[in-house]
DNA sequence: TCTATTTAGGTACTTAAATTCCTAAATAGA
DNA sequence: TCTATTTAGGAATTTAAGTACCTAAATAGA
């Protein structure tokens, strides 16, 4: 692997469906399609949605013709917030490592992991689904 | 976990144990030491050592009053040769989340996460072990 | 009302990465 | 030479993420 940012297929997969809906408003879409346009796993995908729907990002609707629609505007979801609901809770401040203790006094990375973690949260945050 | 930054244990324990040795030279250290004064995993420690020690990185002496000492100047171990080994090969330019093909005709992360990407890699390289 | 469709949710399986365990090989010192 | 110490290396285990499976619940439409 090489990804040097931790961010899941979950995760990814909540981002780019989303947006797939946030574009196809107001019409609803059901993992079936999401998946096929995505070319991603049918079961994942609707795991990760029904998370979505459990946090209230997305409404859902059972039965034919059912499926996912936003359940907020789309200008007021941003990636950080999908992020969070369904890799973890971002905690900036803390040892970039997940240390809760240090052998040595001053960190060793002189707060430069810090300082990128700020920047991917500052990112994420900015992303919002209404910019795709 | 909140790793927002892809760093293993295994890369941390490595940078944590080459900091101890290059601060503690011209004498060797051996794992048992290291583990204790790192607080750490000692069969860990072993296998990470094992692998910079394959790497050229380190010099291993086996017995008694055996141990590691650096294979290199302290000035001369980037961070980014350490992760390199221990991690991965770190991939500029290509999709961050290691994604062949996108649906998406431009990236709906808009380049953002190339950005923090180049962002690591160059601070990875800039931190060397004399440093700290 | 009945049926087909679709999400919900729990459980189980698979896979890859991380970590540990165990035995062999090397070597310093007695 | 013998023993204790220490690294080497392969196998085994653990863990977490991803994926699949199955049954229940909801609902639209015939």
Redesign the interface.
């Known amino acids: 692997?090489?990804?040097?940012?931790?961010?899941s297929?979950a995760a990814?997969l909540a981002?780019?469906g989303l947006?797939l809906i946030a574009k196809n408003q107001p019409l609803r879409m059901n993992v079936k399609v999401l998946a096929e346009?995505?070319?991603a796993s049918q079961t994942h995908l609707a795991k990760v949605f029904q998370n979505l729907s459990k946090a209230g990002l997305v409404r859902s609707l059972r039965g034919p013709s059912g499926g996912f629609e936003l359940n907020k505007s789309a200008e007021d979801i941003t990636f950080l917030e999908i992020y969070e609901i369904i890799?973890?809770?971002?905690?900036l401040g803390?040892c970039?490592?997940?240390?809760n203790?240090c052998?040595?006094q001053s960190c060793?990375?002189?707060n430069?992991?810090n300082r990128?973690?700020t920047?991917?949260?500052d990112?994420f945050k900015k992303?919002k689904l209404s910019?795709?």
Chains 1, 2 share one sequence.
């Open positions: 692997m090489s990804n040097l940012i931790n961010i297929e990814s981002l780019h947006v346009e995505l070319n890799d973890s809770k971002i905690m803390e970039p490592l997940g240390k203790h052998v040595f060793i990375f002189d430069e992991l990128i973690s920047d991917i949260y990112t992303m910019d795709f």
